[in-house]
């Protein structure tokens, strides 16, 4: 592909969005919570560097031991540890859990804040984490949660360039391409495709939806 204008790349950018829209018009978070702010932030917190469904597995009997924030405040580490001891890295995730509960009950009324600066005050909270439940709790898109698979197809769409080597750094390339309209499905849609067409190891460029799109394919 010969370099790209930032206008091609933009035209680009909405014909990607138009084609995820087809493909994945209802893309929603794969991760169970009821609906409930504090049970979604627990478990894209516990997400991290490990599958939604290894923590669907975990988080049914997390919330049946701790069902609400002041009951996971109250609780012994090591319990939380037993309970999600099948995630990867559950010695710090059950830490963070623990803090975070205990932060949201003393300092918020047991209520996640419905502000991004705030979110990030909360132990194990990034900015991933916060713009994912903001997006999907309150439906307030701040700005695109960047995982390991939009970090991945934002590069491979050559949508964020090489100086763009943090999930931070991808999402600011990401927000200048793309009009605010558009950020909030970015995240489901792209873990999505990522799951099942972009994978990490061995992308489906041969019957890519995205092939006459994407500069990594061959076929753009």
Known sequence: MARETMKAKRERALRVAERMNEHYPAAECALV????????????LL??????KGVNKVTPA??????????????????????????????TKAANVV?????????????????????????????KTANVVLNEAYHIVEGIAVDTHVFRIAHRLKFAGPSADTPAKTEDALLKLYPREYWGPINHQWVLFGRETCIARKPKCGTCFLGDLCPSCGRA
Not at 33 to 44: C, E, K, Q
Not at 47 to 52: I, L, N, V
């Open 33 to 44: 919570y009821g609906g409930d702010p504090f049970r979604l932030t627990i478990a894209v």
């Open 47 to 52: 997400s991290a560097q490990t599958t939604d």
């Open 99 to 127: 803090k975070c509960a205990r932060l949201v009950v003393s300092e918020y009324g047991g209520e996640i804040p419905r502000d991004i600066n705030e979110l990030q005050k909360l132990p194990g909270v990034g900015r």
């Open 62 to 91: 997390l919330w049946e031991r701790y069902p609400t924030p002041a009951d996971l405040a109250a609780a012994d580490v090591r319990d939380v540890e037993d309970i999600i001891r099948t995630i990867g890295f559950y010695h």
